[in-house]
């Protein structure tokens, strides 16, 4: 190799060198920001399942009888006339 391959390997491997290193800064900056992204996350998730733990139990049995207070009453059905009935199958 002569001096001037030499020169072009050594600049070239300051470029790809220097190339490299924008590289590892940036993405140390997007593994950085995703990781910080991720932490807030989870912080208000615990947040949202102590606030789910802390709350009290529902009163179902309230909630039953509210909701059956809702239903209409049962009407009760119309009777056939059984005296008519008969006299009409006797007249028949």
């Known amino acids: 190799m002569n001096e001037r391959e030499l020169s072009l390997i050594?600049?070239?491997?300051?470029?790809f060198g220097q190339?490299?290193?924008?590289m590892r800064d940036s993405f140390s900056k997007n593994l950085q920001a995703q990781r910080e992204e991720y932490e807030e996350k989870l912080t208000r998730l615990a947040k949202q399942v102590?606030?789910?733990?802390?709350?009290?139990?529902?009163?179902?049995?309230?909630?039953?009888?509210?909701?059956?207070a809702h239903l209409p009453a049962p009407t009760a059905?119309?009777?056939?006339?059984?005296?008519?009935?008969?006299?009409?199958?006797?007249a028949a």
């Open 10 to 15: 050594k600049v070239l491997g300051e470029e």
């Open 50 to 68: 102590e606030e789910i733990s802390n709350a009290p139990d529902p009163d179902i049995e309230s909630m039953v009888k509210a909701a059956i």
């Open 77 to 90: 059905p119309e009777l056939p006339d059984i005296t008519a009935m008969v006299s009409d199958a006797v």
């Open 19 to 22: 190339v490299l290193a924008e």
